[in-house]
């Protein structure tokens, strides 16, 4: 009896090890957190010319298998020190002094079923005198408290990540640039909030055959965001009396079969069923074919090829039944400006927008009379769009640069040149759920910001208001690239906004 008793002794023990082991496998094959690491604390120093100041810290998540690197991030005080997520980092943003304790927790478990959590504690000081970069932070410090959860556990098999993270701290103006650098992307960027310049940021040369380096002071061509300063010009004249946007085309263009269908506000809000005269072909050799543009040939010869292919084409769809972008819009929206203020639409735009907000290095490009500054558009056997009369036009023909591009989205903000009245009409959504959301000019990604792309040539632009929160964005290149440009305005958004 004994005997049996002892063997049935060992098979219990032999079942509950088995179990163990099966469960202490399951986990490894399911994966599981082995280690955060966060620095333990942080001094962040106000310059007096700020309200704020963000900074942002390497937080590592160490793992197993397939658990999540994953973290979420809380302060006990967001009056002082605010947090947000970022890949691989927290941002942390000053607003007071004072000290504030930030929690780091992981998304996913270690293999006892626990979360592990990290805390740091910031201490926040308002600079007595400007301070033109908050001093650096030691590269590490003892730790002033106990983490809540073990910092480590025994590894089990060796990890692919390096013992140590170099550069635990970075301002975000740092993160732009090495993102611009790893993308390899030529262009600038620049961020503002409320009238403080937060980093502006060159990176790359101004063409593939140059050595010459793009600065922050470099002109762009802004293709469809230049649609904004039409709609500008536009507004300006319905505030004197000139026109409405309820008038009917047929007062500028009497000829056009569809004229008497379609208002300036149709125009306005992509909601015409106009047809795009821009991007209806298969190739570049259509396009130019297709109207027989020519450097050569005159601003007006130009513009009565596009203006005739327009006026030749059915509508799309009935006028105000929905909402798809065409640049034929505000082609015909610029011309309107000329017809309406008896001067052209360049020296409008210069003398009634540019002039007024100091945009001293703003133009059309085919007028720019200096080319010295202008990051080289990447052509090929194509003559340059930005450069040949009456081709960029109202839909997409301005040239600026990083800083003056600021003092217009400024202007926006604070309704400097425009009215409140018209800056809300402006920035209304009129799609009525159907197609792109779209305002005069303006895109919406949510309530709370307005945007723009633009594309001619080779350049790209990014350019973002948050009015109320007091952010003005600008991102732009002159190399086609729009997987590498988007990557970028979205890093530089995600990071700033």
């Given at each position: 009896m004994k005997k049996i008793k002892s063997i049935?002794?060992?098979?219990?023990?032999?079942?509950?090890c088995c179990g163990a082991l099966a469960a202490n496998a399951a986990a490894k094959s399911s994966g599981s957190v082995r280690s955060i690491k966060l620095k333990s604390k942080a001094t962040v120093t106000i310059p007096s010319s700020k309200k704020?100041?963000?900074?942002?810290?390497?937080?590592?998540?160490?793992?197993?298998?397939?658990?999540?690197?994953?973290?979420?991030?809380?302060?006990?005080?967001?009056?002082?020190?605010?947090?947000?997520?970022?890949?691989?980092?927290?941002k942390v943003t000053a607003k007071k002094a004072g000290k504030?304790?930030?929690?780091?927790?992981?998304?996913?478990?270690?293999?006892k079923g626990k979360k592990l959590s990290k805390k740091m504690i910031i201490t926040v000081k308002k600079a007595s005198t400007s301070v033109s970069e908050p001093a650096?932070?030691?590269?590490?410090?003892?730790?002033s408290e106990p983490a809540s959860e073990p910092a480590t556990e025994p590894a089990s098999e060796p990890s692919s990540e390096p013992a140590s993270e170099p550069n635990e701290e970075k301002d975000i103006k740092t993160m732009i640039k090495e993102k611009m650098e790893s993308l390899k992307f030529c262009g600038v960027v620049r961020v503002t909030k409320n009238d403080e310049l937060l980093f502006e940021v060159a990176n790359g040369t101004i063409s593939d055959d140059s050595?010459?380096?793009?600065?922050?002071?470099?002109?762009?061509?802004?293709?469809?965001?230049?649609?904004?300063?039409?709609a500008a010009a536009v507004m300006l004249l319905k505030e004197d009396g000139k026109l409405s946007v309820d008038d009917k085309i047929?007062?500028?263009?009497?000829?056009?079969?569809?004229?008497?269908?379609?208002?300036?506000?149709?125009?306005?809000?992509?909601?015409?069923g106009i047809p795009d005269y821009a991007n209806e072909y298969e190739s570049l050799d259509e396009y130019y074919s297709r109207y027989n543009y020519s450097d050569s040939a005159t601003e007006e010869e130009n513009r009565k090829a596009t203006r005739d292919w327009i006026f030749s084409r059915d509508l799309t769809f009935a006028p105000d039944t929905k909402t798809v972008y065409s640049n034929s819009n505000y082609f015909l929206l610029a011309e309107i400006v000329e017809k309406t203020s008896g001067i052209s639409f360049t020296r409008f735009v210069k003398e009634k927008i540019f002039a007024p907000l100091n945009m001293n290095d703003t133009d059309t490009g085919s007028e720019l009379v200096d080319r010295s500054?202008?990051?080289?558009?990447?052509?090929?056997?194509?003559?340059?769009?930005?450069?040949?009369?009456?081709?960029?036009?109202?839909?997409?023909?301005?040239?600026?640069?990083?800083?003056?591009?600021?003092?217009?989205?400024?202007?926006?903000?604070r309704h400097t040149l425009l009215s409140e009245e018209s800056i809300n009409e402006m920035t209304t959504d009129y799609s009525?759920?159907?197609?792109?959301?779209?305002?005069?000019?303006?895109?919406?990604?949510?309530?709370?910001?307005?945007?723009?792309?633009?594309?001619?040539?080779?350049?790209?632009?990014?350019?973002l208001i948050a009015p109320k929160k007091g952010y003005n964005v600008f991102v732009s290149t002159n190399r086609d690239d729009y997987n590498i440009f988007k990557q970028l305005s979205v890093f530089v958004k995600n990071n700033t906004y």
């Open positions: 049935i002794s060992v098979i219990l023990c032999a079942a509950v704020t100041l963000t900074k942002a810290y390497k937080v590592t998540v160490k793992t197993r298998g397939k658990a999540s690197k994953g973290f979420t991030a809380k302060s006990s005080k967001p009056s002082v020190a605010d947090v947000k997520v970022s890949k691989g980092y927290i504030a304790k930030i929690t780091v927790t992981t998304k996913g478990k270690n293999s650096s932070e030691p590269a590490s410090e003892p730790n050595d010459a380096l793009i600065t922050v002071d470099s002109q762009f061509a802004i293709g469809s965001v230049s649609k904004q300063f039409t047929d007062k500028w263009f009497p000829d056009y079969k569809y004229a008497g269908t379609i208002t300036v506000k149709n125009l306005l809000t992509m909601r015409s500054r202008l990051v080289t558009p990447i052509t090929g056997k194509y003559p340059a769009e930005i450069y040949t009369k009456g081709v960029a036009f109202g839909d997409g023909g301005i040239v600026s640069t990083a800083a003056d591009m600021d003092k217009w989205m400024t202007s926006l903000r009525q759920g159907s197609g792109i959301k779209y305002g005069y000019g303006f895109m919406f990604d949510s309530k709370e910001t307005w945007n723009h792309e633009g594309s001619i040539d080779s350049y790209l632009t990014y350019e």
